[in-house]
């Protein structure tokens, strides 16, 4: 069975789309620390992210740079902190989180709750600072 970000990039489950191209897809964390917070997961369903090629890795880095760009142009912070932890869904991720201080990137810190509303904003946001 496909891993639900394999579902999201097929169009199965919706999300809130920040940018793509033909090897990686970026997304809202619906579980957001920050607003913000985007996830970036190769097309290529593989669970652990050190079982990517490591032309995958650096094609990955170089668009989650874009992404973590557009994040700190979108929502002005001191840095786009970057995690990879991988636990929680068996599909090879990214997390970018736009930092103030290093505890925003505490995953035990509670998560924002958002309305559709503010997440298709953010989505929006993001995606209209990428360079076209």
Excluded at 2 to 9: K, M, T
Aim: net charge negative.
């Amino acid at each position: 069975m496909a891993s639900i970000f394999s579902r999201i990039v097929a169009g199965e489950i919706p999300s809130y789309k920040v940018a793509e191209d033909d090897k990686f897809f970026a997304f809202l964390d619906i579980n957001p620390l920050a607003k913000g917070h985007t996830l970036v997961i190769p097309k290529r369903e593989v669970d652990y992210f050190f079982d990517l090629t490591d032309e995958e890795i650096g094609a990955m880095q170089i668009f989650a740079k874009k992404v973590a760009t557009a994040i700190k142009e979108a929502f002005p912070c001191v840095k786009v902190g970057q995690a990879v932890l991988g636990l929680e869904v068996p599909h090879a991720h990214i997390h970018l989180v736009p930092m103030q201080s290093e505890k925003d990137m505490l995953f035990t810190n509670p998560k924002l709750k958002l309305t559709a509303e503010e997440f298709a904003e953010i989505a929006q946001k993001i995606n209209s600072c990428l360079p076209q």
